[in-house]
Every structure is written in C-alpha cells, then in structure tokens.
C-alpha cells in the first residue's frame, strides 16, 4: 500500500495532473479545514465518506454532484494531502448491516 501511495505522489509532483483544472492543481498539502474549504467552493465537493488507516490517519473522499471526487489523508496533526482525483463518482446501493443477501 505504502508504495502505491508513494506511486501516486511521485507522478503528480513530477507529472502534474492529466486534469489541468482538477483539484490536483489547486494544493497538494494543507490544513484539513482549508483543504475542505477549497474543495467545496472550488468543485462543490464535500465529505462523502472516510476511514481511519492502521496509522491513525484519516482517509476521506469528498464527492460532488457532478460526478467528481476527492481522496484526501489526514495526518493526526491536521495536516492533509491530496492522494487522487478525478471524475464519474457513482453511489453503490448500500445494503443494511445483517440484510441476507
């Protein structure tokens, strides 16, 4: 997992992002507050869901009507960088906890 993320963070300090008006170009790191901030006036994205890695850092995804999305990690600090973005953001039907499927 850690190479993966490291993966990422190479090609979009190096090579930029294929999305020249994503989220991508608008910050890298920042305070979670102003990176949330951001995000929704800038793509009218908000928090969508999240998890907490084996670290302790948090891991959101910020989503927005049309169809963009967001992945962001939080260090306990506060401190939060951009892991991914891009668009067609599809909702999965979500199934009730002990429903039989």
């Not at 992945?71 to 506060?78: A, L, Q, V, W």
Request: proline share 5%; with cysteine; aromatic share 8%.
């Amino acid at each position: 997992m850690f190479r993966y993320l490291a993966v990422i963070f190479t090609v979009l300090i190096i090579g930029g992002s294929p999305y020249p008006s994503s989220a991508a170009s608008l910050v890298m790191c920042g305070q979670r507050a102003d990176v949330a901030t951001k995000l929704k006036q800038n793509y009218e994205e908000t928090p969508a869901s999240m998890g907490i890695t084996r670290n302790g850092d948090i891991v959101e995804v910020f989503t927005s009507k049309t169809g963009t999305f967001t992945i962001i990690m939080t260090k306990p600090d506060g401190l939060s960088c951009l892991l991914s973005e891009g668009g067609n953001w599809e909702e999965l039907p979500k199934t009730l906890v002990g429903a039989k499927i």
